[in-house]
């Protein structure tokens, strides 16, 4: 039961829950689930990256990305790209994975805007900058943890 007396930090990570149970289960027809979702979304916005890259951007350990870049590969939704570094690694998405993450997007894009209709666009602003303040006074924390 939701309450008005809760911490910020129980609503926030409730809500996050509630979405990634929504969102997996929208992308469960592309054998994808949200923490493979993240993955291909990084690669997606900076059309090729790194490992690191990726790891750095959703904050999750190195072990744990590249067991996720595993199960992409093997679902032929991204492919690693040559360097002249061979120590390091790059990905793209794959044709496949261009074609899931558009038709991902689209749904994912729809239950968002079904979501938010009951609520007015000011609200939804004033939200989006409250989250990203929270976001810029814990990225340094988080970026000074060992990973």
Not at 73 to 95: G, H, M, P, W
Request: some cysteine; overall charge negative.
């Amino acid at each position: 039961m939701l309450s008005q007396s809760q911490p910020l930090r129980a609503v926030l990570l409730r809500c996050a829950r509630l979405m990634s149970d929504e969102i997996n289960t929208i992308l469960l027809s592309s054998q994808l689930n949200y923490s493979l979702w993240q993955v291909l979304y990084v690669i997606q916005s900076q059309q090729q990256c790194t490992l690191v890259d990726i790891s750095s951007y959703l904050n999750v350990s190195k072990p744990g990305i590249t067991k996720r870049i595993q199960q992409l590969v093997e679902l032929d939704l991204i492919a690693q790209l040559e360097t002249e570094d061979k120590r390091q690694k790059l990905f793209t998405l794959s044709k496949q994975g261009i074609k899931t993450f558009a038709l991902g997007s689209a749904k994912i894009d729809a239950f968002e805007d079904q979501l938010l209709e009951q609520i007015a666009s000011d609200d939804i602003e004033n939200s989006k900058n409250t989250l990203m303040q929270l976001i810029q006074q814990l990225q340094p924390a988080s970026q000074d943890r060992p990973q």
